[in-house]
Every structure is written in structure tokens, then in C-alpha cells.
């Protein structure tokens, strides 16, 4: 790593909670004294102020979270590089499609449009007002409204439509190999997440970046949470970690929520050694930034409630890299 490098990562590091600050929320008695303990770190200073009102829920935290990493994540990508801003723009492509793809499924379904994960373009608009998918187009925009379109080129109206829309990204092409694998990790663990939710097998495989076809269709076909755990950690050694990982976070909840949760904790844990190149590093930056406020929104819902502390210390401690 160049001196550039180092204190790019250093100075976006450096304010990141550390292992260490996430094990005292989780030993903390209450929010209060939880978010007074990471006061020093931007992201404690910002809760600092929510909890001072002294009228304020856990949502009211978790919206703050995410407002808060929105921001920083646009300040980190004007900061970058003209010409390696393409890592994170391919990042953000691929979150964006994910949530499109739901949004689009929601509203299908008649339900209130919401979306998976609170990065990229599409987590900054205002969905509370939409009700068709016109209304959709019309607030996403041209290049929105170009990953729209990919989502429903096919004229599915089920899952099959996030299969459609991921395939035809081809952003990954130009990625270096090891933000590569950390990109195609995220990538198929949507979709095998996916399949436990549709009825039957996807009508179109994707293409694949971090397994072979015959073992994502074996894995499509499991519909139980345990002998997906199983099968993951079989398949190569990518996903022997995830697997426990997984298994680990299951105790949490199980929920298909928590996969979400799985799959950000990990990329994160694998981003350990992108320190080599300025592309390596401001992508293992940004997944780190993104995972931080998962793992913070995280860790304070199950303090607030008093609920799997143990548990929460113990994958911490295991595989949170700060």
C-alpha cells in the first residue's frame, strides 16, 4: 500500500466504530449510555443529538443511521478519484437494481414500496408517495429509469424479475479481481436469498461470478434456512465462512431479514486484505461505511429491546475487522 493509500484508508478508518466501541454499546445498561460510549466517533456524535430530545424511538435512531451514512457515503465518492469513482458507482449499480427490483415487486403486490438496502441513488428518494409503477418512473429519472427498464424488460410480474435485471449488469467486467469477488459475493447471495423465496426454480439462470451453476441450482432448491447452511458451506471456500457466519447470525433471528445482515458482515470480513491498490481500498472504505450502520442500526434495536446480546458480542468479536 502507498502513502496514499494509507491515509485515505486511515483517515476514513479512523472514525469507524471499532470492534471494541460496538462491544461497549452491548455491554452498555441502556441506549443513553450506549451512544454516549462512541460520542467521540461522527457517527455517535450525530446519535448524541437525537438522544438529548429525550423523546425518540429506535426508528427515530435507525432513520437517523441512515440519513447519516447517505451523506458521508456521497461526501467519500466526491472525494474519490475522477477516474476510480467507477468502483463505486458499480457498487452502487448493483444495490440500486436490488432495490428497484423490490419496489417494483411491492407495488405489484400492492404493497408500500420500501427497499432492502439503504444505499445507492434509489435509497435518497422519497417513496411514500408512490403507488403505481408510472409514479415510480416518473421519480427515478433517466438512469434510474434505465435500470427500471432492465428490471422489466422481461415482463415478469414475480422474483424472476431481480434475476433479469442483475444478469444484464455487466459493471463487474471492469472491476479488479479481488473487489471482483467481494462485488460477485454480494451479487449471488442476493440471488440465492431470492430463491428462498420464490416457488419454484428461476426461468432464466444468471450468469454466475462466485459458483458454478450446479451449485446455485442445488442451493436455489433448498427452502429451509438450515440445509442452505449446510449446503453453502460446501460448496467452495468463499462461502465455507459465510456459511458460519450465517449459522451464527440465525441465532439472531430467523427471519430472512438477517441474511441481509449476513451477507454485508461478511463482505466486509473478506474486504480485509483490499489494501493494495487505491481501487481495493476505496471499495473495502465504502463496503465498510455501508456495513458499519447495518451493524450499529443492529446492534441498538436488539440493546433496546434486550434481546440476543451474547450473541451479537460473540459475531462482533468474530468477525468485525475495525
Not at 458507482?89 to 436490488?98: P, R, V, Y
Not at 417494483?104 to 435509497?123: E, F, H, R, T, W
Not at 424479475?161 to 471492469?174: E, G, P, R, V, W
Request: glycine share 4%; net charge neutral.
Amino acid at each position: 500500500m502507498s502513502m496514499y493509500e494509507y491515509s485515505v484508508a486511515k483517515n476514513v478508518l479512523t472514525r469507524l466504530l471499532s470492534r471494541e466501541d460496538l462491544i461497549s454499546i452491548l455491554s452498555s445498561r441502556n441506549i443513553e449510555t450506549a451512544i454516549k460510549t462512541i460520542a467521540d466517533k461522527p457517527i455517535g456524535a450525530r446519535l448524541y443529538q437525537i438522544i438529548r430530545s429525550k423523546t425518540y424511538s429506535i426508528t427515530d435512531l435507525e432513520s437517523e443511521i441512515d440519513r447519516f451514512n447517505l451523506e458521508r457515503l456521497s461526501i467519500f465518492k466526491q472525494t474519490c478519484r475522477k477516474d476510480k469513482v467507477y468502483i463505486i458507482d458499480s457498487i452502487e449499480k448493483l444495490f440500486d437494481s436490488i432495490n428497484i427490483a423490490y419496489i417494483v415487486l411491492n407495488l405489484i403486490n400492492g404493497s408500500k414500496p420500501s427497499i432492502i438496502y439503504p444505499v445507492g441513488n434509489v435509497a435518497i428518494l422519497d417513496l411514500s408517495s408512490i403507488s403505481s409503477l408510472e409514479e415510480l418512473k416518473n421519480i427515478l429519472g433517466k438512469d434510474l429509469g434505465k435500470l427500471l427498464d432492465l428490471v422489466m424488460m422481461d415482463g415478469f410480474r414475480d422474483y424472476n424479475l431481480l434475476f433479469s435485471a442483475i444478469n444484464t449488469l455487466k459493471d463487474h467486467l471492469l472491476l479488479p479481481y479481488k473487489v471482483k469477488r467481494i462485488y460477485g459475493f454480494i451479487r449471488d447471495s442476493n440471488l440465492i436469498k431470492t430463491c428462498l423465496l420464490m416457488k419454484q426454480e428461476p426461468v432464466k439462470l444468471p450468469s454466475l461470478l462466485t459458483m458454478s451453476h450446479e451449485d446455485f441450482i442445488n442451493l436455489c432448491r433448498s427452502k429451509d434456512l438450515d440445509q442452505l447452511m449446510r449446503m453453502l458451506g460446501e460448496i467452495n471456500p468463499l462461502y465455507k465462512g459465510f456459511s458460519e457466519l450465517f449459522s451464527e447470525a440465525y441465532n439472531i433471528s430467523k427471519n430472512l431479514g438477517i441474511v441481509d445482515f449476513a451477507i454485508l458482515l461478511y463482505a466486509s470480513h473478506i474486504s480485509r486484505d483490499l489494501i493494495y491498490s487505491y481501487e481495493e481500498v476505496i471499495a473495502r472504505t465504502y463496503i465498510l461505511m455501508i456495513t458499519e450502520a447495518l451493524m450499529l442500526k443492529t446492534v441498538l434495536t436488539n440493546l433496546w429491546f434486550n434481546t440476543n446480546i451474547e450473541y451479537l458480542k460473540n459475531i462482533v468479536n468474530k468477525w468485525w475487522i475495525i
